[in-house]
């Protein structure tokens, strides 16, 4: 019998700020355009961005150019500058952007974009997973039945993360990802002999570093489309020697589940696609995580972890976008085992009980912060995204980020 907990409600809410170097490589894209107090726009509105056009005075000179603009757009994708907004007097968007609300993913999918060059972000996410009992396979099994072959028996756990992502891009084609998890994670059990307890840990999750490589990038007025791969590297950061008291005095170590990180270097490559139309923006992006330094010091390795998302958006305002994204994840068993952990005592602690498949289904929103914002008006911008589930399935999968 299996027993993987299921993942009931799971949340992403985060930030994405991004702060553009002022380089020759995207000085001509992106003036401060917007929020800059040029006279013609005393509030900071950007609605006399005609005006700044012809007067010109703050921007580059390459700025006043339109041509000069249709053809940036479509070489410099990821643009938080409010350079094209809808109506803006400049004309049309030429190929894919990034400068609308739905030109970002929904906030659960990672590395979906890519950066022109010289281009800095730096990004928070708050993710919050509540997990609610036990599956045998896709069939739900209650506690007690949990508790007739293991004296204790997990019933809850949720886990949040904290993320922090740094990116930069050194040319247009390609972008370097950092991030950074801390987590908390917190799991209830009930006893066999009667009784429950909780055990916790939290610390620093597993640092990853992520190559995207920009391989397709087309369109024309009516949208455009962009494909890059990502080749990312997992570290070892996240410890799996964590322990805690239970409810006998004994302070032991925590089960699979519990631990912060794989405890192994692990590859993820991967590929994402993006398109846009006029009012619709949709994407997919699959990735695979794969253990490559075998076993860690604690003697096992995680499972490879499959994952394959879709997603559609529909842009509804200048600064809000609807999306609906389906994920689907499989992973496998473990490899090896920790000694320190019994897998007869309870399932978490079973390394042959680890593998999983899982459907999610996602509603999110994306909010464009206003160009007018005046903090951003040195050519910089932010967004907000957030997302649930309507519904999903099994899971059990490590909670890192892969
Ligand atoms: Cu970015």
Request: with cysteine.
């Amino acid at each position: 019998m299996t027993s993987i907990t299921r993942i009931t409600i799971s949340l992403a809410a985060g930030i994405l700020l991004a702060a553009l170097a002022a380089t020759p490589a995207f000085a001509d894209d992106d003036p401060p355009r917007g929020g800059d107090s040029s006279p013609g726009d005393p509030f900071g509105t950007g609605v006399s961005e005609a005006d700044d056009r012809d007067g010109g005075a703050d921007a580059p000179p390459a700025a006043d150019d339109e041509s000069s603009h249709a053809s940036t757009d479509r070489g410099h994708g990821h643009d938080h500058s409010p350079r094209i907004e809808l109506g803006d007097p400049r004309g049309p968007i030429v190929g894919w952007t990034a400068a609308r609300p739905d030109g970002h993913a929904p906030i659960g999918v990672m590395a979906d974009h890519t950066h022109a060059a010289g281009e800095w972000m730096l990004s928070y996410r708050y993710m919050l997973m509540l997990m609610d009992g036990n599956r045998d396979g896709s069939h739900r099994q209650g506690d007690g039945r949990v508790l007739n072959d293991f004296p204790v028996a997990p019933t809850d756990m949720s886990m949040q993360m904290h993320m922090i992502g740094v990116m930069y891009a050194p040319t247009d084609d390609l972008t370097l990802m950092a991030m950074v998890p801390i987590v908390y994670k917190s799991m209830d059990h009930d006893i066999r002999t009667g009784g429950r307890f909780t055990t916790e840990s939290d610390g620093i999750g597993d640092v990853s570093l992520t190559a995207l490589y920009k391989v397709l990038d087309s369109g024309d007025e009516s949208g455009g489309h962009r494909i890059h791969l990502n080749l990312g590297i997992s570290f070892p950061t996240g410890g799996i020697g964590e322990k805690d008291t239970i409810f006998n005095g004994a302070t032991i170590r925590l089960p699979y589940p519990m631990q912060l990180g794989s405890g192994t270097f692990d590859m993820i490559p991967g590929f994402t696609y993006m398109g846009e139309s006029d009012d619709w923006s949709w994407g997919g992006q699959a990735k695979v995580r794969i253990p490559i330094s075998g076993h860690s010091r604690r003697g096992y390795s995680w499972g490879e972890i499959y994952t394959a998302t879709a997603w559609g958006a529909r842009r509804v305002t200048d600064w809000l976008g609807l999306s609906l994204r389906a994920e689907l994840s499989y992973w496998e068993n473990f490899s090896g085992r920790d000694r320190a952990l019994n897998g007869a005592v309870v399932p978490t602690a079973d390394p042959d009980r680890r593998a999983g498949k899982r459907l999610d289904v996602f509603v999110g929103a994306n909010f464009k912060a206003p160009s007018s914002v005046p903090d951003y008006s040195r050519g910089t911008g932010s967004r907000w995204r957030w997302a649930c589930p309507s519904g999903s399935t099994t899971t059990g999968r490590p909670s890192t980020p892969s």
